[in-house]
C-alpha cells in the first residue's frame, strides 16, 4: 500500500489551493471564510484583543490538515480513566469521530458535523453564532473545519454528555512525527425548556504538537439550560485556539467551567450573548499556569436585554514560569436596564517567574444596572496562613491547604460528583506538597 | 509557666507594648482587662508569633524555654494556643481538616502516632456537643460565614480539641449572646485545669461571673498598671478605668 504524500506547510500556504472540506451545502460559506482569513491573516500582538498572547508559533510553523470526510463509527467508546459515572462519551481523534454511544439519551440527538450539514436545521446555524468577528480563526475553523459534532436537546437530559477531543503523536513523517492543524466544530441547540450537562475534555498522546483550532456554537432556546465544562489537559506542546460563541434567550442559563490546566498555548474566547430578558450566564474558571505554559480567556458578556444577569469567577494561579491571561469585557447596552454583572478574578502567584494579567473591561450604557467587580493578583492571605501557624500547622502544610482552598473554590462549585472528584485529584497533583494535600483530604 | 519581663514591642516604628510584665503559672486563671487600644490584642499575637511585630525589649520564658525564639507553630505545638479576638475566614479549608491537621501536628511533635480517624472523629464530636456545635460544621470552611457566635464556639472547640497548656483567649466573650456566652464559659471551665494556664482578655464582669478568675491585670498604654482579685473587675465594672488610670498617674 502506497502511504499519501503528507504535506506539511505553513497554513497560508496550504490555503492558495483551497477546496471545501465539508457538504456542498456550506461550501460557499467555507470558501468566503477561507478569503476571508487570506485577507485578514492571523492576528498580531498590535490588536488589542491579542495583545499578550502572540500566534506566530502556530503562524509559521509547518503542519499537515487531517483526511476529511466521516460518518457514524462502528466503535463504542473504550474506558478512559475517568469516572464517567453515567455520561454518555463521543470520541474524536484529532478532530475525527472515532466512537460514539450505540445510541444517544432521550432527548438528544447527535450527528457528525458533515452528517448534519445535509440537514437545513443544522445549515442555517453553522456558522451563524461564530462569525469573523471574533477573530480570524473562527474563519479559519469555518474554512477547514474537519469534523464535530451537533448536538440537539430537546428535552431534559440527566445523563452527561461528554466529548473527548483526544491528539495524536501525529504522522509518521521522515524523522520526526509531522503535526497536525486540526478544525473541529461543535454545534449545540439546546430547545426550550430543556437541559443538559456537556463536557468538553481535550487530552492527547504525551508526543503531540498539534494545533487545535476549535470553534463551538451553542444556542439556548427560551428556559433552556446548559452546564458546559470546558477541561484542557492538551499535551505539554499542543497549541489550542478555542472560541464558543454562545447566544442565550429568555430565560435561559448558561453555565460553563473552563479549567485549564494542559497545553502550550491555549486561548479560549467564550462570547455570550444575553439577548432576550432574564437570560443568565454564569462564567467560572480555573487555571494552573505551569512552566513554559501561556494560558489566555477573553469573556465577553453582552447584557442586550433587560434583566440580564452574568456571574462571572475565574481563579488563576501561576505555579511556574508560565504566564496566564484574563480579559473578562462586560458590555450592557441601552436597552438592558435592571441587568445584574459581576466579576470576581483573583490570581494567586506562587513562583517568582510566574506572571499574570487579569483585566475587566465594563462598557455600560444604561443607568439602571449592577455592576461589581474585582480583580486581585497576590500571594496567599497571610492573615489565614498566621491562623494555621497558630494550629500548629507547618508553614508548608498552611500553604499547601491555602492554595488548594483557593483553587477549589471553583472545583467545589462543580455539580457531577465523579468529574468534581477527578478534578480534585488533577488538582492536588499538580499542587506543591502534593503529599501533604493527599494526606489532609 | 510564663514569664514575660520587660515586653517592648512596636508596629511600623509605633511603641505598643511598653515594659510589660505578666507571670502566668500552671493551674491559674487570669483576666486581662483594660481600655481599647491598650495593648491587649498586641500581647496576645506577639506570644502566638505573628510576624511584623518587633520586639524591642524584654523576654519571655515559655515552660522555660526563650519563647520568642520559637517559630508560631512550634509555639501552637508546645501547647501555647491563641484564640483569637477575630477568628480568620478561609474559605476552602474545612473545619474538620484543620482539627484534624492540628491535632497530628501536635501528637507528631509529641512522638505519638496519627490519631486514628475514627477515635478522632468520635473525639471531635463528643466536644461539638459540649460546645453545641452539629455535625455540619465539620465540613463548613472554618469560620468562613460564621455568626460572631460560631466563630467564638469555634475557636473553643479548637481549644477542646487540642489541649494546650496555655490558652490566650482574646475578648472570646465579645459579640456573644447570654446562651452562647455560657457555652463558651462553659467550655473554658472544662479546661480548667491543675497543669493547664488560662490568660483571658475581656471588657466585662460577666464572662468572669461564669468563669471565675485568681487574678486580674489592667493594662493600659502597653504595660499592666495594676493587678488585683476579682473584687478589681466589680470595681472596674462599677467606676470605669479612668480612676484607676488617674491614680497611676497621680
Ligand atoms: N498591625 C498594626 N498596625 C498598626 N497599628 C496597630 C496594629 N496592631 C495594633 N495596632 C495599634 O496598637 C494599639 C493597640 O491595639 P490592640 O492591641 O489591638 O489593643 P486592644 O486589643 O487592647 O484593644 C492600637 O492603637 C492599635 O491601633
Ligand atoms: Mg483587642
Not at chain 1, 450539514?117 to 480563526?137: C, G, K, Y
Not at chain 1, 494552573?288 to 469573556?299: N, P, Y
Not at chain 1, 454583572?341 to 517568582?352: I, N, T
Request: hydrophobic letters at 45%.
Amino acid at each position: 500500500m502506497n502511504a499519501p504524500t503528507v504535506i506539511a506547510q505553513p497554513l497560508v500556504a496550504q490555503l492558495e489551493t483551497y477546496r471545501p472540506t465539508l457538504p456542498e451545502s456550506v461550501a460557499e460559506r467555507q470558501r468566503a471564510a477561507c478569503a476571508r482569513f487570506l485577507s485578514r491573516g492571523f492576528p498580531v500582538r498590535r490588536d488589542e484583543e491579542w495583545k499578550y498572547t502572540s500566534v506566530q508559533g502556530i503562524a509559521n510553523r509547518a503542519f499537515t490538515l487531517p483526511d476529511v470526510g466521516e460518518a457514524l463509527p462502528q466503535t463504542t467508546p473504550t474506558e478512559l480513566e475517568w469516572p464517567h459515572g453515567e455520561a454518555r462519551q463521543w470520541r474524536f481523534v484529532d478532530g475525527r469521530l472515532v466512537a460514539a454511544p450505540d445510541e444517544p439519551p432521550e432527548g438528544v440527538t447527535a450527528l457528525p458535523l458533515a452528517v448534519a450539514l445535509t440537514d437545513p436545521f443544522w445549515q442555517e446555524r453553522f456558522a451563524a453564532l461564530a462569525t469573523s468577528e471574533h477573530s480570524s480563526f473562527v474563519d479559519l475553523n469555518t474554512a477547514l473545519a474537519s469534523g464535530g459534532l451537533c448536538l440537539r436537546i430537546t428535552a431534559p437530559v440527566a445523563t452527561p454528555l461528554e466529548i473527548v477531543w483526544q491528539v495524536s503523536a501525529g504522522v509518521a513523517g521522515e524523522g520526526a512525527s509531522i503535526p497536525l492543524a486540526v478544525h473541529p466544530r461543535l454545534l449545540v441547540v439546546v430547545e426550550a425548556g430543556a437541559s443538559a450537562t456537556l463536557i468538553e475534555h481535550a487530552i492527547g498522546d504525551a508526543a503531540s504538537s498539534h494545533f487545535v483550532n476549535a470553534v463551538s456554537e451553542i444556542t439556548l432556546a427560551r428556559n433552556a439550560q446548559l452546564t458546559h465544562y470546558v477541561v484542557q489537559e492538551l499535551p505539554a506542546a499542543v497549541q489550542q485556539i478555542a472560541t464558543h460563541a454562545v447566544a442565550v434567550d429568555a430565560n435561559a442559563c448558561y453555565r460553563s467551567f473552563n479549567i485549564q490546566l494542559g497545553g502550550r498555548l491555549a486561548r479560549h474566547d467564550f462570547n455570550v450573548h444575553l439577548h432576550a430578558p432574564e437570560a443568565v450566564a454564569e462564567l467560572e474558571g480555573l487555571y494552573l499556569v505551569g512552566a513554559r505554559q501561556h494560558i489566555d480567556t477573553h469573556t465577553r458578556l453582552f447584557h442586550e436585554a433587560a434583566a440580564t444577569t452574568s456571574r462571572e469567577r475565574y481563579r488563576l494561579i501561576g505555579l511556574e514560569r508560565g504566564r496566564g491571561v484574563f480579559k473578562g469585557k462586560v458590555r450592557v447596552a441601552p436597552g438592558a436596564a435592571k441587568s445584574d454583572a459581576q466579576q470576581s478574578v483573583k490570581s494567586l502567584l506562587l513562583h517568582p517567574g510566574a506572571e499574570i494579567d487579569a483585566k475587566p473591561e465594563l462598557e455600560i450604557y444604561t443607568d439602571d444596572v449592577t455592576c461589581s467587580h474585582g480583580a486581585t493578583v497576590g500571594q496567599l492571605d497571610r492573615d489565614a496562613r498566621f491562623y494555621l501557624l497558630s494550629r500548629g500547622l507547618s508553614p508548608q502544610e498552611a500553604d499547601a491547604l491555602l492554595i488548594f482552598a483557593f483553587a477549589e473554590a471553583v472545583v467545589e462549585a462543580v455539580t457531577l460528583p465523579a468529574l468534581k472528584t477527578y478534578l480534585t485529584e488533577r488538582l492536588v497533583g499538580r499542587l506543591p506538597d502534593r503529599d501533604i494535600l493527599e494526606e489532609q483530604l | 509557666m510564663l514569664e514575660v519581663k520587660g515586653l517592648t514591642a512596636a508596629v511600623d516604628g509605633k511603641t505598643i507594648l511598653n515594659g510589660l510584665d505578666l507571670t502566668v503559672r500552671a493551674g491559674e486563671v487570669h483576666a486581662i482587662m483594660g481600655p481599647n487600644g491598650s495593648g491587649k490584642s498586641t500581647l496576645c499575637q506577639v506570644l502566638a508569633g505573628r510576624d511584623g511585630y518587633e520586639v524591642t525589649a524584654g523576654s519571655v520564658r515559655y515552660l522555660g524555654q526563650d519563647l520568642l525564639e520559637m517559630a508560631p507553630e512550634i509555639r501552637a505545638r508546645e501547647g501555647l494556643l491563641l484564640s483569637f479576638q477575630y477568628p480568620v475566614e478561609i474559605p476552602g479549608v474545612k473545619n474538620v481538616y484543620l482539627l484534624k491537621a492540628a491535632y497530628n501536628a501536635m501528637r507528631k511533635h509529641r512522638g505519638e502516632p496519627e490519631a486514628d480517624a475514627f477515635e478522632f472523629m468520635a473525639l471531635v464530636r463528643e466536644k461539638m456537643r459540649l460546645m453545641k456545635m452539629d455535625e455540619s460544621f465539620l465540613h463548613r470552611s472554618v469560620n468562613s460565614g460564621f455568626s460572631g457566635g460560631e466563630k467564638k464556639r469555634n475557636e473553643i472547640l479548637q481549644m477542646l480539641v487540642l489541649e494546650p497548656k496555655l490558652a490566650l483567649l482574646d475578648e472570646i466573650d465579645s459579640g456573644l449572646d447570654i446562651d452562647a456566652l455560657k457555652i463558651v464559659a462553659d467550655g473554658i471551665n472544662r479546661l480548667r485545669d491543675p497543669n493547664r494556664a488560662i490568660v483571658m482578655v475581656t471588657h466585662y464582669q460577666r464572662l468572669l461571673d461564669y468563669v471565675e478568675p485568681d487574678v486580674i491585670h489592667v493594662l493600659y498604654q502597653g504595660r499592666i498598671i495594676r493587678s488585683g482579685d476579682k473584687t478589681l473587675a466589680h470595681e472596674l465594672e462599677a467606676k470605669g478605668y479612668q480612676w484607676l488610670i488617674d491614680e497611676v498617674a497621680a
